[in-house]
């Protein structure tokens, strides 16, 4: 793949990032703000990303556009 897509706590908490394969151009993708956010998967696709995170200390399943954008709620 030409991006990679990973959880880090650069800004201060859990979050999802990207960057291309050779690490250059990251940025933050999730702005979840504290709640535990686990690492995104890619759909089959490459057009979106899932991840879990615990917003209301339940862990639920979110789905973000790779492009960047809102995060929507699956579950």
Known sequence: GKHVVWRSTASGANEV????????EG???TF???PVTG???WSPDGANIVF???PNGNGDL???PAAGGAARTLT
Do not use: C, K
Not at 17 to 24: E, I, K, N, V, Y
């Open 52 to 54: 879990e995170s615990h």
């Open 39 to 41: 690492s995104g998967h």
């Open 62 to 64: 979110f789905v973000i």
């Open 27 to 29: 940025r933050q993708l």
């Open 32 to 34: 979840m703000n504290g």
């Open 17 to 24: 990032w990207l960057a291309r394969a050779d690490g250059r």
